[in-house]
């Protein structure tokens, strides 16, 4: 079994602050995902990283896949409020997503005004 | 509007009654996944599909059941519910690329069951 460890579990910062989430593994990954969940939702997909090295851009939020594939990152620069909720990294196996994702257990994130 | 639909959203009910946890998508979506979803543990993967009446067990398939006659609906069937079925469930869905990689999935608003 795959297993994906996130750090840190728990993170309260001052808005304007910068930040960066990990998500770890043993094992490579053909694809990582990192998803948002707000309270009462389903997960929503944020990007995709496939290639070891990659780096993808969203707003304010920086996604990188390790060389390796076997772990990635989050930074957000200057968070804001809107940025708090549950960060979920996921990584697709052998078969390449088909056979769904294994998920880390998340980084609860809180933007404090 | 694109989107994967469960119902319920919440239920109750005692242990040992039958029930069907309903998802539907309107994407045209080949694979389907159920999760659960619990305090400490994240989301654990129940049953999954790659097409119609293909299904295959998750992490965590003890006490579910899953079908897949048609694309579009992927029910979870708990045949004699019990206590440590108590969690958030949901369905997810997604589908390949033209070159071969896949688009992330789509997950439903999750059901929050009970089981006393």
């Known amino acids: 079994t795959q297993l994906l460890e996130q750090s840190p579990q728990f993170l309260s910062i001052q808005e304007g602050e910068n930040l960066t989430v990990y998500c770890n593994s043993s094992s490579v990954f053909s694809s990582l995902q990192w998803y948002r969940q707000e309270p009462g939702e389903g997960p929503v997909l944020l990007v995709t990283v496939v290639t070891g090295g990659e780096v993808k851009k969203l707003k304010r939020l920086t996604f990188q896949f390790g060389d390796a594939r076997k772990d990635s990152s989050l930074h957000i620069t200057a968070a804001q409020t809107g940025d708090t909720g549950l960060y979920l990294c996921?990584?697709?196996?052998?078969?390449?997503?088909?056979?769904?994702?294994?998920f880390g257990k998340g980084t609860h994130l809180i933007i404090q005004p | 509007e694109a989107q994967v639909t469960q119902n319920p959203r919440y239920l109750i009910t005692v242990t040992g009654k039958k029930l069907t946890v309903t998802c539907s998508q309107n994407m045209n979506h080949e694979y389907m996944s159920w999760y659960r979803q619990d305090p400490g543990l994240g989301l654990r993967q129940i049953y999954y599909s790659m097409n119609v009446e293909v299904t295959d067990k998750g992490d965590v398939p003890e006490g579910y059941k899953v079908s897949r006659k048609e694309k579009r609906n992927f029910p979870l069937i708990l045949e004699s519910p019990s206590p440590n079925q108590t969690s958030l469930y949901f369905c997810a869905s997604s589908s390949s690329t033209q070159t071969g990689g896949f688009y992330g999935y789509t997950f439903g608003s999750g059901t929050r069951l009970t089981v006393v």
């Open positions: 996921a990584g697709a196996g052998s078969g390449g997503g088909a056979d769904g994702l294994t």
